[in-house]
């Protein structure tokens, strides 16, 4: 059956024990917990352990957001995995995810840096629109601690691992969840921000591992500057395709990226910080799980409440970005 709209009904998020504070990162490379908060307002992240992988993550977030929805394995036709970090090159982490939790159907991953998880969920939204699929998963899950250069003082204090999953299935027009979405993307210089080495261009070597090319490299300025750019000017777009003004939104959620840049949307948007979702003081930037974590926690807190309408964005490497305006449902 297709339907004419979809809608989230449930959400799940997971995090590891670990904790790594910016007093621990002050031991092992310059830098200062001052210099961290100042620039970031980072305090903290959260870093798997040695056994852990980006799946297991995954798959964790995954049960609790089907225990949300109250659904079972049978129940679901897609699993799409944001990632950028998945555990193996190939086969896709969402692969690795259906087996675990005994899903049919199809299962994909998705590549699109931080913005992936918005991306997951405006492929959802087509795949239960057109028919494809009744219910879908949508994961955006990271280990970004296994690549990340932690001798690199600008990179290493940004990033923490986590995952957030959430059940996307179809729905009637009364019912609608997903209203207006807008996707884009730019290749034209992907050192801006990247992982050098690994691939066909710049395949595995001892040169490329002593190099450290295997992590993530950032222009951090060049970031920034896109970055206060393109949240407003994609927000403003999902908003006119929904007819509805920034005094219309309960909530903006963004990536969790740096505290400065969601304070500059907040400030284009004439918005008070009491309608700003921010976490990243706790987790740091969990790139494609951000948003669907920061969403977990504000049902949560009762700060999502049903019928609210919440903007989602994001921005990440590619450059990519994206937004999309939800009717909250739960």
């Known amino acids: 059956m297709a339907w ?15 904790v790594l504070t910016n007093a621990d990162l002050e031991k092992i490379v310059d830098t200062t917990d001052e210099w961290i908060v100042t620039r970031t307002g980072i305090r903290e992240r959260r870093i ?12 964790a977030a995954s049960r609790k957001a089907m225990a949300h929805a109250g659904v079972e394995a049978g129940d679901i036709d897609a699993v799409i995995v944001a990632t950028v970090s998945a ?10 995810v259906q087996s675990a939790l005994g899903i049919g159907g199809f299962a994909f991953d998705i590549s699109a840096g931080c913005t992936g998880w918005i991306y997951s969920l405006v492929m959802a939204e087509q795949l239960v629109k057109s028919g494809g699929a009744k219910r879908v998963l949508c994961i955006g899950a990271e280990c970004l601690s296994r690549i990340t250069d932690y001798t690199d003082r600008n990179t290493c204090v940004l990033f923490g691992d986590g995952a957030g999953a959430a059940i996307v299935e179809g729905a009637d027009e009364e019912d609608n969840g997903i209203l207006a ?4 993307s730019d290749g034209s210089d992907p050192s801006i921000l990247w992982q050098p080495a690994g691939g066909s261009k710049i395949p595995a070597s001892h040169a490329t591992v002593d190099a450290h090319d295997h992590s993530v490299r950032m222009r951090g300025r060049d970031v920034y500057v896109f970055a206060t750019r393109i949240m407003g000017h994609t927000c403003e777009k999902t908003l006119e395709k929904a007819g509805l003004t920034p005094d219309s939104i309960a909530l903006l959620v963004p990536h969790q990226a740096n505290e400065r840049i969601t304070q500059s949307a ?4 004439g918005m008070p910080f009491d309608r700003i979702v921010s976490n990243v003081d706790r987790y740091g930037n969990t ?14 807190a009762g700060r999502a409440k049903k019928d609210d309408l919440i903007l989602v964005v994001g921005f990440g490497a590619g450059l990519t970005w994206g937004s999309c305006l939800l009717r909250w449902r739960i």
Do not use: M
């Not at 979405?181 to 884009?184: M, T």
């Open 87 to 96: 555990d193996y090159p190939f086969p896709a982490c969402a692969c690795l």
């Open 4 to 18: 004419v709209g979809a809608k989230i009904t449930g959400l799940g998020a997971e995090v590891p024990e670990k």
């Open 266 to 269: 907040r400030e284009r948007f």
């Open 181 to 184: 979405w807008d996707l884009g």
């Open 287 to 300: 790139s494609s799980a951000s948003i669907p974590i920061a969403l977990k926690e504000s049902l949560d």
């Open 48 to 59: 798997v352990a040695e056994d852990q992988a980006t799946s297991d993550l995954a798959i």
